[in-house]
């Protein structure tokens, strides 16, 4: 079997999973699918599979959306995905591989800073639209702004249901701001929308998995596998780069 197919179903394994459970696992699916697609062009992969994984989230979680939460961080948001499309324009596929595994392990380090020390400061408007302008740029660049968003959202201490489909929200529309900027940049094209599709099983798969996993777990049951794991495939991103 090509190994491209096994790369794109465990990506959309885990693209689904991660949607429909407690997200986090995000950090996994970029260097994954780097195995079979090098470079920035694995960024245009992946984002069909994140625009309909986030429709079916939005779906499945149409209640208990705390919109005033995504207005304070949206609009930087965008201005983060402008900045960050500027970047990728003008970087090599080797500092794009080692920009990646800084990343990963900048949003473990915040996480872990996060866990020891307090995060009033998350629910201030400055903090609010810092998350937005920084999720823009890290979501474009990397697809891993997942703890942004999450640490942020966690902190307005919003129920589970609640915290759920504000972020199911936030990602689809972060990436439907991407969409345009991904094609300008020839990441997305027709030919990695077609490579795409080896994905959709996985996918489907995994947000069966996630949306019953859900139900049963706290997001601490299993943050640091996540964590440990995804601090390996950081390492390994630098040692390629």
Do not use: C
């Not at 972060?174 to 030919?191: D, E, S």
């Amino acid at each position: 079997m090509d190994t491209s197919i096994v790369v794109l179903f465990l990506a959309g394994l885990i693209t689904g999973f991660s949607k429909f459970s407690v997200g986090g696992m995000g950090l996994l699916v970029l260097p994954i699918v780097m195995i079979a697609f090098p470079g920035p062009e694995a960024l245009g992969v992946l984002l069909p599979l994140y625009i309909i994984t986030d429709l079916m989230a939005v779906s499945s979680y149409k209640n208990k959306i705390a919109w005033s939460v995504l207005a304070r961080f949206l609009p930087l948001a965008f201005i983060g995905v402008i900045t960050a499309s500027h970047f990728l324009a003008n970087i090599n596929a080797d500092q794009f591989i080692g920009f990646l595994g800084f990343t990963i392990i900048a949003m473990i380090a915040l996480g872990l800073y996060l866990d020891v020390r307090p995060a009033s400061f998350m629910r201030r408007p400055l903090a609010a639209y810092s998350m937005g302008f920084f999720g823009g740029v890290v979501s474009m660049i990397a697809n891993a702004a997942g703890p942004l968003f999450s640490l942020f959202l966690l902190e307005q201490k919003l129920d589970k249901k609640t915290y759920v489909s504000t972020r199911a929200w936030a990602f689809l529309i972060i990436n439907l701001l991407k969409l345009p900027f991904y094609i300008g940049l020839g990441l997305l094209t027709a030919n990695s929308a077609e490579s795409s599709l080896y994905a959709i099983p996985g996918l489907l798969v995994g947000s069966l998995i996630g949306y019953h996993f859900l139900k049963k777990v706290q997001p601490t049951q299993f943050k640091w596998l996540i964590r440990i794991m995804s601090t390996i495939a950081a390492f390994k991103l630098f040692l390629f780069s």
